[in-house]
């Protein structure tokens, strides 16, 4: 049985902190309106940006943070470029929360550019375009195979 993992770029940022602009939660309340969810476990990023997205989107979508939540380290925007060494841990980190959704079910994890496309490449191999804020990608994993079953780009 399949499991799934909707990775989203957070929504826009107040330029002078880690925190979403007045714009950004609207975004996101508005991009969580036309999220698929449920969501059985949710992660983001240590940064509150991630986790001030991922609180609007499901506050859009009018669901409470599910019991499987938490923050997810490796999800944080790494200092300086991202490398093969750091590409593949980030790879490593998202089959870590991929494999953390209950068979069935699906999960979100909410963080950074260019860290998500990275690790989507390390992980299935295929390069996306850059996330614009709130987009995503939606990776699917059955029998240890892990695919970019859609990008998810809503205007």
Known sequence: M???????????RDPDRDALSPEGEALAERVGRILRGPYDAVFTSPKERA?????????GLGQKLPERH???EGLAPPDG???????????AEVRRLLEAVPEGRTG????????????????TGRRIPPLAECQGV??????????????????
């Open 2 to 12: 399949a499991r799934r993992l909707e990775l989203r770029r957070h929504a826009p």
């Open 51 to 59: 986790a001030r997205t991922a609180a609007f989107f499901l506050k």
């Open 70 to 72: 938490g923050v997810a």
């Open 81 to 91: 470029p991202i490398d093969a060494a750091t590409a593949s841990a980030l790879g």
């Open 108 to 123: 979100l994890a909410v963080g950074h550019t260019p860290s998500l496309e990275e690790a989507v490449e390390a992980l």
């Open 138 to 155: 939606l990776l699917r994993e059955e029998d240890g195979a892990v695919t970019v079953e859609r990008e998810l780009r809503p205007d």
